[in-house]
């Protein structure tokens, strides 16, 4: 890849790599910039300005509004409107830590428990999965 230009930034890389594949299933050529070696120290990724989308220039306006429209349909705060939404573990560190513990010694399989409510970031508000908000087909993405 030759001639690459920034499409974005993340600070966390699930979703760099979320991106980049999404970019990928639709035959663009994409890669991650070098933030992506520290991508397991979230505060060396941070200090290095986030993890780097690169793509083409020439497929630079084709990778923006395939993102766009992937962020429209993100869950939002049902109080703000903030994409900003982190999960909250449900039962407790200590139960989920146990739990982790017990699943690993007895099945060698790690536990997950998925979690059920998120928390924003802007606003702190508590929502369960069936509160949040998705952007409509057509509008623009909450802010």
């Known amino acids: ?13 699930t979703e760099a790599q ?7 299933s639709h035959d663009l050529d994409a890669s991650l910039g070098e933030g992506h070696f520290a991508a397991q120290d979230s505060p060396l990724t941070m200090a290095l300005g986030g993890i780097r989308l690169l793509v083409p220039a020439a497929v630079l306006p084709k990778a923006r ?3 766009a429209a ?4 993100r869950p939002a705060c049902p109080a703000c409107g ?3 939404l982190v999960a909250v573990p449900s039962g407790g560190p200590t139960r989920g830590g146990l739990l982790a513990f017990l699943s690993t ?3 060698w399989a790690p536990y997950s428990a ?3 409510r998120r928390r924003c970031l802007d606003c702190n508000q508590l929502a369960g999965l069936d509160e949040l908000r998705f952007a409509q087909e057509g509008q623009e993405s909450p802010t």
């Open 82 to 84: 903030s994409l900003r």
């Open 70 to 73: 992937a962020e429209r349909q």
């Open 65 to 67: 509004s395939l993102l």
């Open 1 to 13: 890849m030759s001639d690459l230009v920034e499409v974005t930034r993340f600070l966390d890389a």
């Open 105 to 107: 010694l007895i099945a």
């Open 18 to 24: 979320i991106a980049l594949g999404y970019l990928r």
């Open 114 to 116: 998925a979690s059920d």
